[in-house]
């Protein structure tokens, strides 16, 4: 071990590394300062949060270790430590929004609604949350290329969906006793109904908007597209035509 220059080691041993303790990948220097507390939750919270980022700005090829640490605030090794490799990391980030979409959703309460505002307000949720939230629309199209190799391993994500759909199920149930909605919805084909008509819109609005010539982005023409949806949905839902068995 080097000394540093003009400090004298004469009666002392040398500081020994300690070996890392639980949940904790950093070796620590010795300090006659208070031993700093470690968070390793708010040490994972960290990284996924610099991985999210890094992720939906460059997808899952692009992204790299080496910047995620550093975003974070940590180092490589403490990346390995908590989450084994990059591909492990990809998948919580992907869960992670998972989670926190199916939370918000429960979170609106629609059980007590009318009906027909329980479906308006899914629809507004589902679309603002895109909106508020395209780190989710960019890592789901980077997952999509790797046909979900990653969040297919994932023992929680169909959780996270069910949840969702538990939502919508209970709204159109309510609708069918109250002679509101068709009887014979499909509360997944609902989900899917809601979920591609705000995604396909933003996911795909720089290539849409050269394509038509009109800024799809504009707060008007946003505006419209949530009427849009709101009205798709409910006139399906509210449609007396044939019946499926």
């Given at each position: 071990m080097k000394r540093d220059k003009g400090t004298s080691t004469r009666g002392?041993?040398?500081?020994?590394?300690?070996?890392p303790s639980k949940r904790v990948a950093t070796l620590h220097a010795p300090s006659k300062r208070a031993p700093v507390k470690r968070d390793p939750e708010a040490t994972q919270a960290k990284i996924l949060d610099a991985a999210t980022e890094e992720f939906a700005r460059h997808g899952f090829d692009g992204a790299r270790i080496e910047r995620i640490s550093g975003r974070a605030?940590?180092?490589?090794?403490?990346?390995?430590?908590?989450?084994g490799s990059k591909e492990n990391l990809f998948r919580v980030a992907i869960e992670r929004v998972y989670l926190h979409m199916a939370r918000a959703e429960r979170a609106l309460n629609v059980e007590g609604?009318?009906?027909?505002?329980?479906?308006?307000?899914?629809?507004?949720?589902?679309?603002?949350?895109?909106?508020?939230?395209?780190?989710?629309i960019t890592l789901l199209n980077a997952e999509n290329l790797?046909?979900?190799?990653?969040?297919?391993?994932?023992?929680?994500?169909?959780?996270?969906?069910?949840?969702?759909?538990?939502?919508?199920?209970?709204?159109?149930?309510?609708?069918a006793a109250q002679g509101l909605f068709r009887p014979d919805l499909d509360p997944i084909e609902t989900f899917l109904?809601?979920?591609?008509?705000?995604?396909?819109?933003?996911?795909?609005r720089y290539t849409l908007s050269n394509y038509v010539?009109?800024?799809?982005?504009?707060?008007?023409?946003?505006?419209?597209?949530?009427?849009h949806i709101s009205a798709v949905?409910?006139?399906?839902?509210t449609a007396t035509g044939p019946r499926r068995a």
């Open positions: 002392r041993r040398a500081p020994a590394l300690r070996a605030g940590t180092n490589d090794r403490s990346l390995y430590y908590y989450f609604m009318d009906p027909r505002d329980g479906v308006k307000a899914l629809v507004a949720f589902t679309w603002n949350y895109y909106l508020d939230h395209p780190e989710m790797h046909r979900a190799v990653h969040i297919r391993r994932s023992a929680v994500a169909r959780t996270f969906s069910a949840t969702q759909v538990e939502v919508i199920k209970g709204v159109l149930d309510a609708g109904t809601i979920s591609a008509l705000g995604y396909f819109y933003l996911s795909n010539g009109v800024d799809l982005m504009q707060p008007e023409r946003r505006a419209r597209w949530l009427e949905v409910l006139d399906h839902m």
